[in-house]
Antibody
Framework: QVQLVQSGAEVKKPGASVKVSCKASGYTFSNFGFSWVRQAPGQGLEWMGWISTYNGRTNYARKLQGRVTLTTDTSTGTAYMELRRLTSDDTAVYYC??????????????WGQGTMVSVSS | DIQMTQSPSTLSASVGDRVTITCRAS??????LAWYQQKPGKAPKLLIYKASSLESGVPSRFSGSGSGTEFTLTISSLQPDDFATYYCQQYSSYSITFGQGTRLEIK
């Protein structure tokens, strides 16, 4: 079945970087892009950006520009989200999500299980 | 960025009730709106896309309507499994945004 499986929980110090992976299965990887969405404890959903698996084009949320990088590896069917210069405000569950259609700006019908990233000194 | 405002923030209701959640966009988004249900510790689940299209496998008691700047999610007869948090999401613009969420709790 179609699924996205994310890497495990991370604990990082302020100023460090984190890289979360999202492995896709059950569909043709290059047919759909990826978005990343995060959720701080007890808070709502925040879109971080998307990446096209077709041409590698990216679009990042203004708030995170310069700190986030999205990449994909077509050979392994895996998407990655790297976030740099972490602060306590980056403590959140990070989700990868697949758009329902061929456009990156779309509803998300498939979600990863989430990866908790904790930032603490 | 387009701002999405949901109301109410919290809604108390009973099994069998008909409930409506509203989502307003700060500018027109045509019908590029989705609704999600999220339960604690779980990823969001897509319920409605393109404002009124029911996602496959979602019970027909869920329905969506609206266009432009005002949208609603209606649950026609609440079931115990429906108590959760609901989010709207616009995907009209280059920058996707979510509403702040509506928590649906048991009265």
């Amino acid at each position: 079945q179609v699924q996205l499986v994310q890497s495990g929980a991370e604990v990082k110090k302020p100023g460090a970087s984190v890289k979360v992976s999202c492995k896709a299965s059950g569909y043709t990887f290059s047919n759909f892009g990826f978005s990343w969405v995060r959720q701080a404890p007890g808070q709502g959903l925040e879109w971080m950006g998307w990446i096209s698996t077709y041409n590698g084009r990216t679009n990042y949320a203004r708030k995170l520009q310069g700190r986030v990088t999205l990449t994909t590896d077509t050979s392994t069917g895996t998407a990655y989200m790297e976030l740099r210069r972490l602060t306590s405000d980056d403590t959140a569950v990070y989700y990868c999500a697949r758009p329902k259609g061929l456009l990156e700006e779309d509803a998300f019908d498939i979600w990863g299980q989430g990866t908790m990233v904790s930032v603490s000194s | 960025d387009i701002q999405m405002t949901q109301s109410p923030s919290t809604l108390s209701a009973s099994v069998g009730d008909r409930v409506t959640i509203t989502c307003r966009a700060s500018q027109s988004i045509s019908s590029w709106l989705a609704w999600y249900q999220q339960k604690p510790g779980k990823a969001p689940k897509l319920l409605i896309y393109k404002a009124s299209s029911l996602e496959s496998g979602v019970p027909s008691r869920f329905s969506g309507s609206g266009s432009g700047t005002e949208f609603t999610l209606t649950i026609s007869s609440l079931q115990p499994d429906d108590f959760a948090t609901y989010y709207c999401q616009q995907y009209s613009s280059y920058s996707i945004t979510f509403g702040q969420g509506t928590r649906l709790e048991i009265k």
